[in-house]
């Protein structure tokens, strides 16, 4: 077979046939059931097709790059057939590199699933097997002649464009049959079209940062002598902190989603990293009552599920920016957000998934992510809207999360040098480990409270600027994370099933306008009081669905009758099924339930003394079974309410 000529044309139809024949295929396959659990089969087939349409760019990038190839060749006295080897194989061997690489990626995937392996991943292992993969290539392609491999592979995928033009025309037409909506990120209106409504209180700036994977036990928060939080500490002092704040779930899109809803992920049920809340609840936010009260409402984050435009809610604000990351991925995935209601973000980080051993290698011992940076962007909005309107920003800053690589300013004041310098050191994180692991497992502790000295120090800066600018005394401050992070219990990092309390108790510091008097509060709260609350010390009208309470009488020294806290982790639940899939916790007073619910298996009960045992090591349900039944009882009625409510949205 002869190698066809390298011309622009026959390059991108070979390589478009790759994209939408093999290379997104292998992408969509590992995580389609995943898809199921939170998209409509018409909203999967519009994101799907919306991916194969924008395979289009990456076929033509590749073709246009063995065009050049070839015709520089040329120009430098090649020969036709030289030239034109070179052309397509610049244009074809990275694709058959990614495709090699996704399929052994879902190999494994379902090795794993069908066999019950557990591996840990680390960099080392994963630089070997692209090394090996890349290897076995080479070697094949030597072995059966390049010019062979090319003529054949070209001549393949050159047959195949019936069969290509059939899937794109597919899928067109599964877009327009619910074209996707799209956000350009920043509404430039002023706040003289929202409709404003002061109300009898002056109406404050709201600033609300979140620090992601902030556990309190490590930020020490409440304690004037906190080592880790120094300047958060200094602000505790003249606000309210919580020690027993809580949140609704163990990572950033259900509790970032809490946060704005007031609903718990029962309720707006985005219970996977990379879910939407229900459209039903979208508009029932924090962000949609302050925007109609006269408030300009602004998001600004370097982690995109804490992003409106990542949750669904992108409506409610004036503007969503996403702070500058120096991760590859991150670039791309980011971009893909311009269709903010579809899962083209999860698809193309899925599809880009190579780049991530790239980008451990390239950032060394720099960690990607910098709280600076968000922290420049929200003082740019505060420049850039001035003072005619009230502001609500909410920034949320990724770091002291993993990868835990503190800057040199507090790097080595825990951990001596010479001991997880690099990213490629790290174990992975999100995974379980065994106990011979615990010492390790408590330097990347060392690691992360570094992390965290030096998120505290941009903080400190932020603030500092914010006073020099006269914001700082008159505003609403509050101060809180997503979630919290594990070192102990056999589990480094989040997510997942567990939920002891390093996951999910994280600080609380709320200053309110004018306050100079510290108070620090014990009393046990939810994350979905947090909207609640903000609203009432604003003046602006309640959620009226809200799931929680405002905490204002706790804040202005008064009392409020204890409550039940829930949180909960659900990714293996749909929401199109009846509730019956999850692991949920009830705190009340002291005690904490944990349930642990399956289809067609027994509930798994386990109580704990969080007074007598904060560590969570000691099982008492059998010891006391009717405390278990009560709190059993609560945890019913609470999972049949939302189960009615979803079932009510469904209809609607």
Excluded at 119 to 125: K, R
Excluded at 207 to 217: K, N, R
Excluded at 230 to 252: D, G, M
Aim: aromatic content about 6%; glycine content about 6%.
């Amino acid at each position: 077979m002869s190698l066809p000529s390298a011309r622009l044309g026959p390059l991108w139809t070979a390589a478009l046939a790759a994209v939408v024949l093999l290379w997104l295929p292998l992408v969509v396959i590992p995580i389609l059931d995943g898809l199921l659990f939170v998209s409509t089969p018409r909203e999967l087939a519009r994101d799907l097709g919306l991916l194969w349409l924008l395979g289009m760019l990456p076929a033509a990038l590749l073709a246009l790059t063995g065009w050049l190839a070839a015709r520089l060749a040329g120009a430098a006295g090649a020969g036709a057939r030289t030239r034109d080897a070179l052309g397509w194989a610049v244009a074809l061997l990275p694709l058959v590199w990614i495709c090699t690489w996704h399929g052994a990626r879902m190999l494994w995937t379902w090795t794993r699933s069908v066999a019950g392996l557990e591996l840990t991943i680390t960099s080392g292992l994963r630089w070997f097997v692209m090394g090996l993969l890349l290897a076995v290539l080479a070697l094949l392609i030597v072995r059966l002649r390049p010019a062979s491999v090319l003529a054949r592979l070209s001549g393949s995928l050159l047959a195949l464009r019936p069969a290509a033009a059939l899937v794109m025309l597919l899928a067109l037409g599964a877009v327009l049959q619910k074209p996707p909506a799209v956000s350009w990120r920043d509404d430039p209106r002023p706040a003289a079209v929202e409709r404003a409504a002061p109300g009898p209180r002056p109406r404050p700036d709201i600033v609300l940062i979140s620090i992601d994977a902030l556990a309190a036990a490590d930020a020490d928060a409440c304690n004037p002598q906190s080592v880790q939080m120094p300047r958060l500490a200094a602000l505790a002092q003249r606000s309210s902190c919580f020690t027993r704040f809580y949140t609704s779930s163990n990572f950033t899109t259900p509790t970032a989603s809490t946060m704005e809803s007031s609903l718990l992920p029962w309720s707006h049920f985005a219970t996977q990293p990379d879910s939407k809340m229900l459209p039903a609840v979208r508009g029932h936010s924090l962000a949609a009552v302050l925007r109609a009260q006269g408030w300009r409402t602004h998001s600004i984050t370097d982690n995109l599920l804490a992003s409106p435009l990542h949750r669904g809610s992108f409506a409610a604000w004036s503007s969503s920016a996403l702070a500058h990351t120096t991760l590859f991925g991150n670039l791309f995935r980011g971009a893909m957000t311009v269709f903010p209601e579809t899962a083209l973000p999860r698809l193309t980080a899925t599809a880009l998934g190579f780049l991530g051993a790239f980008d451990m290698a390239v950032h060394g011992e720099q960690s990607p992510y910098a709280s600076e940076r968000t922290y420049a962007l929200v003082l740019q909005r505060l420049a850039a809207e001035g003072r005619s309107a009230p502001q609500f920003i909410w920034a949320h800053t990724l770091p002291p999360h993993s990868p835990y690589l503190p800057p040199p300013s507090t790097r080595h004041r825990l951990l001596p040098p010479g001991e997880l310098e690099r990213w490629s050191d790290m174990l992975p994180d999100n995974i379980e480990y065994a106990p011979a692991l615990q010492p390790l497992v408590d330097k990347h502790r060392l690691r992360y409270r570094e992390s965290i000295m030096a998120a505290d120090a941009a903080l400190g800066e932020f603030l500092d600027e914010l006073q020099r600018q006269g914001r700082l005394d008159g505003a609403l401050i509050v101060i809180s994370a997503d979630h919290g992070e594990s070192f102990e219990q056999g589990l480094i990092g989040h997510a997942g099933p567990r939920l002891h309390d390093v996951l999910i108790r994280v600080p609380l510091v709320l200053k309110l306008p004018g306050q100079q008097v510290g108070r620090v509060i014990g009393q046990p709260v939810s994350q979905a009081d947090l909207a609640p609350t903000l609203l009432d010390v604003a003046g602006a009208p309640p959620l009226p669905r809200a799931e929680g309470r405002s905490l204002r009488a706790l804040l202005e020294g008064g009392a409020l009758p204890p409550a039940p806290v829930f949180s909960m982790t659900m990714e293996r639940q749909s929401r199109f099924r009846p509730l019956s899939s999850g692991r949920f916790a009830v705190i009340d007073g002291d005690d904490k339930l944990v349930s642990e619910r399956q289809p067609g298996a027994p509930v798994q009960d386990q109580l704990f003394d969080l007074r007598a045992d904060p560590g969570e090591q000691r099982d008492l349900a059998a010891q006391r079974p009717e405390r278990v039944a009560a709190l059993r009882a609560l945890l019913d009625a609470r999972l049949g309410a939302a189960e009615a409510a979803r079932l009510a949205a469904q209809a609607r």
